[in-house]
């Protein structure tokens, strides 16, 4: 049985960093390309960063030069660097292997 379990979500101020991971299991995060999704009540999920099986990256207008989405076989984990986060970042953002599982998703709020 394919588990993801995000965590890191939390409370941050403006121009604050977070790293959002997550555990899979059940699965090989080496073998699929991952990805990281946010959603915000009353709009779609939307694509936030993806990472191919063989390492290609790509990231939504939003999140380029901010966001980093990296991967640790080793872990079987997947992570997102979240830096200089802005209010419009605030979500609950889901680990996503593409095409099949989703985590419970985990809430980032950025406020002062």
């Known amino acids: 049985q394919v588990q993801l379990v995000e965590s890191g979500g939390g409370l941050v101020q403006p121009g604050g960093s977070l790293r959002l991971s997550c555990a899979a299991s059940?699965?090989?995060?080496?073998?699929?390309?991952m990805a990281w999704y946010r959603q915000v009540p009353g709009k779609e999920r939307e694509l936030v960063a993806r990472l191919s099986s063989s390492g290609w990256s790509n990231y939504a207008d939003s999140a380029k030069g901010r966001f980093t989405v990296s991967r640790d076989n080793a872990k079987n984990m997947v992570y997102l660097q979240m830096n200089s986060l802005k209010p419009e970042d605030t979500a609950v953002y889901y680990c996503n292997q593409v095409g099949g599982f989703w985590g419970q998703g985990t809430q980032v709020t950025v406020s002062s």
């Open positions: 059940g699965t090989r995060v080496s073998m699929y390309a």
